[in-house]
């Protein structure tokens, strides 16, 4: 079992940044991709960025990209998220997830493990 834990959200004005952890614990050996999702009020959980651990592979969704970076940490038990420029339609709360998965990394379905995520508020 892959217990999550994310922190490091709260509120920013528009065009700030932020920076989210996802700290990992227990048994990791089947986890090959770990992503963040985000979900706004009355809308569907979407994808923002994923990274496989070996080889470090990372993705993200267009709405993002060029905006946002995702990393792990030496230890591949944590993974960051930095989120520059930020929007008030990033607005949301940012849930971390790892999979035992080598595809279809930006699919909810694909992620056996949740967090149970952290708000981010991004003002205009």
């Known amino acids: 079992q892959v217990q999550l834990v994310e922190s490091g959200g709260g509120l920013v004005q528009a065009g700030g940044s932020l920076r989210l952890s996802c700290a990992a614990s227990g048994g990791f050996a089947s986890v090959r991709a770990m992503a963040w999702f985000r979900q706004a009020p009355g809308k569907e959980r979407e994808f923002v960025a994923a990274i496989t651990l070996r080889p470090g592979y990372k993705y993200y969704a267009d709405s993002v990209r060029g905006r946002f970076a995702v990393s792990k940490g030496n230890a591949e038990k944590a993974v960051f998220l930095q989120m520059n420029s930020l929007k008030p339609e990033d607005t949301a709360v940012y849930f971390c997830?790892?999979?035992?998965?080598?595809?279809?990394?930006?699919?909810?379905?694909?992620?056996?493990?949740w967090g149970r995520g952290t708000q981010v508020t991004v003002s205009s």
């Open positions: 997830a790892a999979s035992p998965y080598d595809l279809g990394y930006d699919f909810p379905s694909q992620y056996e493990y």
